[in-house]
């Protein structure tokens, strides 16, 4: 038996309200003082996990009480405090290694220096996640019946860990990337680096979001914003998007308002074992779980008990390792997700024919 851990933390205050209901009644920022005064809690237990391999899993959940904006505010020196204390349960729990969710992992230098404070590997879980997205992004293209050879896509984040691996991936398919950031002479550098390695694919870069979906055949939103930054308005008829950030990149309105447009949800992933039990719920079916926590999951159960994923940067070749890794052990897609909800294939084949009128 095999066992690891991964951290949680709410992504809205009105996660602390579905868990402590009296929260709702009392202020928002009396609520998220209190809860900074909290150090972790066990959220959950993972069972039932069984890979092809016969190897079974075990995890626990740790949850911190914090929300994006007081992780990403807050002095980093105490919320590295904050994360020894969930590491340090963690460990006491049994497990061999620990992933870090949401933004547990965006805070401070991505578990680099988390990794040297403590004596289990942690990791980001951001190649898995690397590798549903653009695997997720380049299956729906296909079923909106779009040529790859002629698709223009953009990425929003592309300078991030997760962006930066994706557009090289991406590049091995598309003939057009749209590079977006805020940072200009990040994108340059990450211009520059993509039209080394791959000549033949046009590659341009822009800091304004809209200017570049407005014409992007496929959109991978990978941001680390912590608010919606994609209007419904601005996307092409017949654009596939996918929504990799958390919290999302992209509202509910975008699938209101536009019926010729195909959003997914980035990195669902299908857990190996019939009787798997996440041991929570992250408003996913039974046996569904997000692809960062998949990635812990993947490695404990190869015993490849290593800080696989850490820091700014993401190497290609771990990415295809671990997506090689997932199907040794049997994590695979969890098919085409929608803000929690699976969509089949006449829902895709209708937002197709929706664009085609929508472009006559």
């Not at 578990?111 to 590997?121: A, D, E, F, H, R």
């Not at 200017?211 to 919606?228: E, H, M």
């Not at 969890?334 to 009128?357: C, H, K, M, P, T």
């Amino acid at each position: 038996m095999r066992r690891f851990a991964f951290i949680i933390h709410p992504l809205r205050f009105d996660d602390f309200a579905r868990k402590y209901p009296m929260t709702r009644h009392l202020p928002e920022k009396l609520v998220q003082w209190a809860f900074k005064q909290v150090g972790p809690v066990n959220a959950g237990h993972v069972t039932g996990v069984c890979s092809p391999t016969g190897e079974e899993l075990e995890g626990w959940l740790i949850g911190l009480p914090l929300t994006p904006q007081i992780l990403l505010q807050s002095p980093y020196d105490w919320v590295l405090g904050k994360l020894l204390q969930a590491v340090k349960m963690a460990e006491e729990l049994g497990a061999e290694i620990v992933g870090l969710g949401a933004f547990t992992k965006i805070a401070g230098d991505r578990g680099v220096t988390l990794s040297q404070k403590v004596s289990i590997p942690v990791t980001t879980g951001n190649s898995y996640t690397t590798a549903t997205a653009v695997e997720g992004t380049l299956l729906a293209a296909a079923r909106m019946q779009l040529d790859l050879r002629q698709v223009q896509a953009a990425v929003i984040g592309a300078t991030g860990a997760i962006g930066r691996a994706a557009t090289k991936l991406l590049a091995e398919q598309v003939r057009h990337i749209t590079l977006v950031a805020r940072t200009p002479d990040d994108l340059r550098t990450l211009q520059a680096e993509l039209q080394r390695e791959n000549p033949e694919v046009l590659v341009d870069w822009t800091t304004d979001i809209a200017s570049a979906v407005r014409s992007a055949d496929v959109v991978l939103a990978v941001s680390s914003a912590t608010g919606v930054i994609v209007d419904p308005e601005d996307l092409k008829p017949g654009a596939v998007v996918t929504d990799v950030a958390r919290p999302r990149n992209l509202s509910r309105a975008v699938m209101d308002q536009r019926r010729d447009v195909l959003v997914l949800d980035g990195g669902v992933i299908q857990v190996p074992g019939d009787r798997a039990d996440m041991g929570f719920d992250f408003g996913f079916p039974p046996q569904m779980v997000e692809a960062c926590m998949a990635e812990t999951m993947i490695l404990a159960l190869e015993g490849q008990l290593e800080c696989f994923t850490l820091g700014a940067r993401i190497e290609v070749a771990r990415v295809r390792e671990i997506r090689a890794l997932a199907e040794k052990h049997g994590f695979s897609l969890a098919g085409f997700r929608r803000f929690e909800r699976a969509i089949d294939d006449g829902e895709v084949e209708r937002v197709r024919l929706a664009a085609r009128s929508a472009s006559a």
